[in-house]
């Protein structure tokens, strides 16, 4: 389960920990050259292109100047670490997350009290 707080996703490849985060720029320019939106793509996330594109967007936040063909690269040593696709599919997941095209689910409370220790506090609260 990810628990990413900070504003961007992370991918780490060959001990370099690289930020990804979807700017609006990157947002349109992704469109032009993809011709679908961000959202859209989703439902086209088995196709390589589209996650190499969607990988490369991302890496432009924090990583001026990076090329498409270096992103590309990235991908590959990624998936020689031993990593897999899912694992990819999950850091895109997260930049999807970060940038706002889809909003975390929500986890439960995270304390979970006793439901008897509960019900004393109410028991405690409507006898005061």
């Known amino acids: 389960m990810i628990t990413n707080t900070l504003p961007f996703a992370t991918m780490t490849v060959g001990g370099v920990t690289y930020r990804l985060k979807i700017t609006a720029q990157a947002a349109i320019e992704f469109e032009k050259k993809v011709g679908t939106s961000i959202p859209r793509a989703w439902v086209r996330l088995d ?3 589209i996650q190499a594109e969607i990988i490369h967007a991302a890496l432009k936040a924090y990583n001026s100047g990076i090329g498409f063909n270096e992103a590309l690269d990235l991908i590959d040593r990624f998936i020689a670490e031993g990593n897999c696709i899912e694992d990819l599919m999950d850091i895109i997941k997260e930049i999807y997350i970060v940038s706002g095209f889809m909003k975390r689910a929500p986890t439960p409370a995270s304390s979970e009290a ?6 004393e506090e109410t028991t405690d609260k409507s006898l005061a």
């Open 47 to 49: 196709e390589i292109q």
């Open 114 to 119: 006793d439901p008897e220790e509960n019900s």
